[in-house]
């Protein structure tokens, strides 16, 4: 394990270190336990986003705390959900008595979690709502699994519900603005290489050299298959296909186009991707009005990418074009 | 002569020698957990057991229910992933129906754990067939229940345990319909599932502590 790190017991604790002072003039750390707070956390009254999940995501949560989006995350160990009471703190610590929205992505131990920290926070008297995120058409949806992943429709939930709660939406238009975000994007990855936490000390998974894992999760689950590697243009179809057909969309559809890089491809692999995604949305009869392309949501150092499309309308392109100012995403300020 | 019930001293030593064993075994589940899950599970519960370990000189040396009401809220808020409040919750529901006991016949601890596992149930919606840590509680767990009164726990125990081993070698063939290896289809069968090997090891751990 070749890591840029001093132990790995200590790599959690010594990143929130290094954000707290990076970025004082936006965020807050509390230690014990561990959660991320706006700097100006409940200097108005407004509906507290919170939201959470394994550490080994970054940017994802903690470098989205900030104007515009959320008012805390709550990180875990590497690629494991926080716990309980962890959730419940940073809950209580946004609460400016308009009530919390959790965002949690759809994966058994964060939803469980994010459940009992929400139970213990409402027999206090909170106002709670939780939204979960299950954007990966590469599990299938069924009754007989814990149903899709939650992977990059996350980012995006996040910023626009940010927005609408730092406009003043109340906490059940939060909830159904970010439930809407949940309900019309799709999302599929591909893993290049394999990722190494850093206590197990080696690779999640081998990936010879001349293969991928196509869908794979964001914590290296495998996908749908592992197929040989192929040129970009051809893993564009083959992610993105996928998407437009799981979701109805309807040509003249104005959409959101994500190319999320895994934390080990460099962007200019993501633009070669973003030219073909753009070409067949085009193709398809999509109108790509917005995008984002960059490492958003990671998976430590591995290479590969994921596409998302986000169907848009006049609602969720206003809240997205509003002004955010987070570590990792800044605009219109 | 072989023990007939759980004496709170005895639950103090098995709950000790879990922190023990897990941390011992935190490579073997965590190596599981890679091949299906996200490879966390030996670290959580170590961890988890770790942080148990630390707070029971606090326990009363009486009462069973108080220790595992402790194991429950310190795993809960210490353990994270699924394992935390699953486990959590095991030891959490079985606390309520032993609460200020010092002794426990089998048939009691039985009836506890049977309450933890509905609650474990209730909160993973997991039933037996889904290659999950409830295929070895359940029948481990009847095995206990099943009980003869009279019977000595070791050998109640005994017999619960050749249940979980036989509940844990059946979830190898089966295709995991919970939790993060069920995004694996088809491709997790051919493996032990994780929580099934360590809730395994919690019962070889406490026949072996009876039985010392």
């Avoid at chain 1, 992977?151 to 159904?176: F, M």
């Avoid at chain 1, 753009?278 to 790509?288: D, F, Q, S």
């Avoid at chain 2, 023990?3 to 020698?17: D, F």
């Avoid at chain 2, 190596?31 to 148990?52: I, K, P, T, Y």
Wanted: charge should be negative; glycine fraction near 10%.
């Amino acid at each position: 394990m070749k890591k840029l790190i001093n132990s790995p017991e200590n790599v959690v604790a010594e990143a929130l270190a290094g954000m707290a002072a990076a970025h004082a003039d936006l965020l807050r750390v509390h230690t014990d336990p561990n959660y991320i707070v706006r700097a100006d956390v409940k200097a108005k009254p407004k509906v507290g986003l919170v939201s959470g999940g394994g550490s080994g995501h970054e940017p994802l949560h903690g470098g989205f705390v900030g104007l515009g989006m959320l008012d805390a995350a709550v990180p875990g160990a590497v690629f494991t959900s926080p716990t309980p009471d962890q959730i419940e703190a940073a809950t209580r610590a946004v609460d400016a008595g308009q009530g919390i929205l959790h965002i949690v992505k759809n994966y058994t131990g964060d939803v469980m979690n994010f459940e009992l920290a929400a139970e213990l926070a409402k027999a206090d008297g909170l106002q709670v709502e939780s939204v979960v995120i299950d954007d990966d058409v590469a599990v299938k949806d069924s009754t007989w699994t814990a149903g899709r992943r939650g992977v990059a429709t996350t980012v995006l939930a996040e910023k626009i519900t940010g927005a609408a709660t730092e406009a003043g939406a109340s906490l059940i238009e939060a909830r159904d603005i970010c439930r809407k975000v949940a309900a019309q994007g799709r999302s599929m990855g591909v893993a290049l290489t394999s990722c190494t936490v850093p206590h197990a000390g080696k690779p999640m998974f081998e990936l010879p050299e001349d293969e991928i894992e196509l869908g794979v999760g964001i914590h290296g689950e495998p996908g749908r298959e592992r197929i040989k590697l192929r040129p970009a243009d051809e893993l564009a179809e083959l992610l993105l296909q996928p998407i437009i057909s799981d979701l109805p969309y309807q040509r003249g559809d104005e959409v959101l186009l994500f190319i999320n890089g895994l934390g080990g491809t460099p962007l200019i692999e993501l633009y070669v991707l973003y030219r073909k995604a753009a070409e067949i949305a085009a193709a398809a009869g999509l109108k790509v009005t917005r995008h984002l392309i960059g490492n958003y949501i990671t998976s430590l150092e591995m290479a590969g990418a994921s596409i998302t499309l986000l169907k848009l309308d006049d609602q969720l392109t206003r809240l997205w074009d509003a002004p955010v100012k987070t570590p990792a995403l800044r605009w219109g300020l | 002569m072989p023990a007939s019930t759980l004496t709170a001293a005895n639950a103090l030593r098995w709950i000790e020698a879990c922190a023990a064993l897990l941390d011992e075994k935190k490579a073997y589940l965590t190596e599981l957990d890679s091949a299906v899950g996200d490879g966390d599970h030996g670290v959580n519960m170590a961890r988890g057991f770790q942080a148990v370990k630390a707070k029971l000189p606090t326990v009363p040396a009486d009462d069973i229910g108080a220790l595992f009401k402790l194991v429950a809220m310190t795993l809960i808020s210490t353990t994270g992933g699924a394992s935390g409040p699953l486990c959590g919750t095991f030891f959490l529901k079985a606390s309520v129906t032993i609460a200020g006991k010092a002794e426990l016949t089998p048939a009691e601890l039985g009836a506890a754990f049977q309450a933890g596992l509905v609650g474990v149930v209730a909160l993973g919606k997991a039933a037996v067939g889904d290659k999950t840590m409830v295929d070895v509680l359940t029948p481990a767990i009847a095995a206990l229940t099943a009980s003869a009164s009279g019977e000595p726990l070791s050998a109640a125990l005994a017999r619960a345990v050749e249940a979980a081993r036989k509940g844990a070698e059946g979830t190898v063939p089966l295709v995991a319909r919970k939790g993060r290896a069920s995004y694996l289809g088809e491709r997790s069968a051919g493996h032990l599932d994780p929580g099934a090997a360590s809730s395994l090891l919690l019962f070889e751990t406490l026949a072996k502590t009876v039985g010392n």
